[in-house]
């Protein structure tokens, strides 16, 4: 069992940046590959990142490509998100979640491919 608890989340201008961090409970974190998906009011949840439980790896969306990018901390049991040039278009709650992964290199990117889920954090970008 994995717990995940995101914070970081906030109102932003366009331009601006957030770090969004995912903490998880548990001794395995590095058994898991961790992702950032996102839902805005009204639409599905639509994947953001995603890393290797090794770390060496990531896999991005078009649409965050050299804006966010994904990291973790296996000594500290937390993934970060860093969004960088938000826009008002990237408003939603931004979800994190954990899959464990047989292969250290595995980006699973679907959100069906994934078991643990955190709560949520809101992101608001204003124009």
């Known amino acids: 069992q994995v717990q995940l608890v995101e914070s970081g989340g906030g109102l932003v201008q366009a331009g601006g940046s957030l770090r969004l961090s995912c903490a998880a409970s548990?001794?395995?974190?590095?058994?898991?590959?961790m992702a950032w998906f996102r839902q805005a009011p009204g639409k599905e949840r639509d994947f953001v990142a995603v890393?290797?439980?090794?770390?060496?790896?990531?896999y991005y969306v078009d649409f965050v490509k050299g804006r966010f990018t994904i990291s973790r901390d296996n000594a500290k049991n937390t993934v970060y998100l860093q969004m960088n040039s938000l826009k008002p278009e990237d408003t939603a709650v931004y979800f994190c979640a954990a899959q464990s992964t047989y292969d250290s290199s595995a980006l699973p990117i679907k959100s069906a491919q994934y078991t643990y889920w955190g709560q949520g954090t809101q992101v608001t970008v204003s124009s």
């Open positions: 548990g001794r395995t974190f590095s058994s898991y590959a």
């Open positions: 890393i290797s439980r090794s770390g060496v790896s990531t």
